[in-house]
């Protein structure tokens, strides 16, 4: 588990929020081999992200922020 600091705005309020990420293990969906990466501090229940490219678990919950 790595901890992770992301500062989000809501509606004007700059937030500063302290993240976990964690790694599960590679599965197959479909014949596409995927990575799972969960993010804790969002919320109650962890956020489950779906990759299947190579980047660092930073950069795969910054690309989904950003979108």
Request: hydrophobic share 35%.
């Amino acid at each position: 588990i790595e901890k992770y600091t992301v500062e989000i705005d809501r509606e004007g309020y700059a937030e500063k929020l302290e993240l976990e990420l964690g790694e599960r293990a590679k599965v197959k969906i479909d014949d596409v081999l995927v990575r799972i990466v969960e993010v804790k501090g969002f919320g109650k229940k962890p956020m489950i992200l779906f990759t299947n490219t190579d980047k660092s678990k930073k950069e795969v919950l910054d690309i989904y922020l950003t979108r």
